[in-house]
């Protein structure tokens, strides 16, 4: 998702039998909506100054659009979780108690409607009703085997015998070995390229790993044998040396026939 420089906030509800907008609108709703969208601008970051973010009030229920928020970078990637409903334990801590907030509101007023939308691109963030179901999933860590290629950064130790590992996008992780094994094969395997066979733990939600140990150095490298690969050659240059043309001969067997 490409971030913008506006976000439109709206609430919508009937009071006294009309519909919400800026010029009939409790008292007390404008004033929660108004810290509710500063609460979600701001995060626990702090990366949106809501000093700095001019607003405006549109009609069309109670609607603020923000702008300013192109450098906002929690708040654009928080926007692309919310677009799945089991994405609050994704997001800062303070947009997703909001988020529960007006959910909460929602699930006991039919009427009462929240959506973000970007106002430049006019795609809707995510919108709350009463049907909304946005939630917490607890953190889950698994048992996995995995094979990791990167490079070795370093490995051994006196005490703990460890692989550093820099993966090939750029994270470095930690695999807990032996010396004995360490010390098996006779290839140089410190800072160079390498499949590692591991077991570890996996977060279900982040996809971080966490305890992971060593079970196996992995042969990946494609080898070449420039002699087994002349020999193939002459033995594929024997096979057909009875055959004029290969090329017809292969379509005559296919059923081709000119």
């Known amino acids: 998702m490409n971030p913008t420089d506006q976000l439109r906030f709206a609430v919508n509800d009937r009071i006294n039998d009309a519909e919400v907008r800026p010029s009939h609108v409790p008292l007390v709703l404008l004033g929660e909506f108004q810290k509710?969208?500063?609460?979600?601008?701001?995060?626990?970051?702090?990366?949106?100054?809501?000093?700095?973010?001019?607003?405006?009030i549109e009609e069309g229920s109670l609607a603020f659009v923000a702008t300013g928020l192109l450098t906002a970078s929690t708040l654009w990637?928080?926007?692309e979780h919310l677009k799945s409903a089991d994405s609050l334990s994704l997001i800062d801590s303070k947009r997703a108690s909001v988020v529960e907030r007006w959910q909460s509101v929602a699930q006991k007023n039919p009427h009462r409607r929240y959506s973000v939308v970007d106002q430049l691109a006019q795609v809707s963030f995510f919108m709350i009703d009463s049907t909304s179901n946005f939630r917490r999933i607890e953190d889950g860590w698994v048992y996995v085997e995995k094979y990791l290629h990167g490079n070795v950064v370093n490995m051994g130790g006196s005490t703990k015998a460890n692989v550093h590992l820099k993966l090939d996008?750029?994270?470095?992780?930690?695999?807990?070995?032996?010396?004995?094994?360490?010390?098996?094969?006779?290839?140089?395997?410190l800072y160079r390229s390498a499949l590692l066979h591991v077991t570890?733990?996996?977060n279900l939600l982040t996809k971080e790993l966490r305890n992971l140990n060593l079970l196996a150095f992995e042969d990946h490298q494609p080898r070449y044998d420039d002699d087994e690969f002349n020999l193939m050659?002459?033995?594929?240059?024997?096979?057909?040396?009875?055959?004029?043309?290969?090329?017809?001969?292969?379509?005559a067997l296919r059923g081709n026939h000119a």
């Open 169 to 189: 996008n750029g994270v470095t992780l930690t695999i807990a070995s032996t010396q004995a094994k360490l010390a098996r094969g006779e290839q140089n395997r």
């Open 36 to 56: 509710d969208v500063s609460e979600f601008l701001k995060g626990s970051s702090r990366d949106v100054d809501p000093a700095k973010i001019l607003v405006s």
């Open 200 to 202: 570890a733990e996996e």
């Open 77 to 79: 990637t928080d926007l």
């Open 233 to 251: 050659v002459e033995r594929g240059t024997k096979a057909w040396a009875d055959i004029p043309n290969a090329t017809a001969w292969l379509e």
